[in-house]
């Protein structure tokens, strides 16, 4: 989506987090997501013990970081974080948000990915991630990537084209797995704002959206929708 959609989502919703009460059946994609860097930052952060005196561990960019609220949750397990994205409105929030939480080894950037170099020095991060967001960062990757880094994402579509720019931009994928789950909102309230947010949608919780809430929730509750994403990683291939 533009960068108009998510500066209303901003807006309207004050930022990107999830808003609504749900549960899940089978397979939880963005559980699965932050276990997997948790440990990639684990192993890092062990890698570097002893070498960094004052703050050890990895240090990281998170592509399309929204309201920050994640990258801020990385930020316990890292260095550094960075967080970027071209919604100037989402970095106001995602910066509102780090003063909240008095987290000091995190800064957000407002940059797009697209099309353009990204605004890092060459050799910046261990670790780049898209969480949900923009995959054209990948051209300019490798370029601020250290030696010995990953890139990693977790997507809901364009598989094969994610997968495609993780190569051509030189990586090898060391992982591309796919997860399957159920989410279940409890009442029609919790179901509309996770309509409201899927890209393209109307805001399903303002009163000229009701006659199209009703179709949708016609069953009575529990509301159930299909969730499917995947998760990729890659580290540089050989020259
Ligand atoms: C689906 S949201 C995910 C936010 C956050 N990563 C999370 O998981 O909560 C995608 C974010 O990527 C940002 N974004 C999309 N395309 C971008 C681009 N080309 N350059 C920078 N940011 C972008 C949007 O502004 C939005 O905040």
């Known amino acids: 989506m533009g960068r108009d959609w998510y500066e209303a989502l901003a807006r309207k919703f004050g930022g990107y987090r999830k808003m609504w009460d749900s549960e899940f059946e089978g397979e939880d994609g963005e559980a699965a997501f932050t276990a997997f860097l948790r440990e ?10 002893g070498l960094m005196p004052r703050r050890p561990g990895p240090t990281v960019l998170d592509v399309g970081c929204g309201d920050g609220l994640y990258t801020l949750h ?14 100037p409105e989402m970095i106001t929030l995602a910066r509102r948000n780090q003063q909240s939480a008095a987290i ?19 050799q910046s991060f261990d670790l780049i991630f898209s969480r949900r967001g923009p995959s054209s960062h990948l051209a300019d990757a490798r370029r601020v990537l250290k030696p010995g880094g990953l ?37 029609r309230e919790d179901y509309a704002l996770f309509l409201s947010r899927i890209p393209g949608n109307p805001d399903y919780t303002l009163p000229e959206h009701a006659a199209e809430l009703d179709r949708l929730t016609a069953p009575p509750p529990p509301y159930r929708a299909e969730r499917w994403w995947f998760i990729w990683a890659g580290t540089p291939s050989p020259r």
Do not use: C
């Open 151 to 187: 890139v990693a994402g977790i997507h809901t579509g364009a598989r094969d084209e994610i997968i495609g720019r993780v190569e051509a931009a030189g990586f090898q994928v060391v992982r591309n797995q796919e997860y399957r789950g159920t989410e279940i909102f409890p009442t």
């Open 40 to 49: 990639t930052l684990r192993q890092k952060g062990a890698e570097d013990a």
């Open 74 to 87: 990385v930020s316990a397990l890292a260095a550094q974080v960075t967080g970027l994205d071209f919604s």
């Open 104 to 122: 000091p080894n995190v800064d957000f950037v407002g940059a797009t990915t697209s099309g353009t170099a990204l605004p890092f020095p060459d």
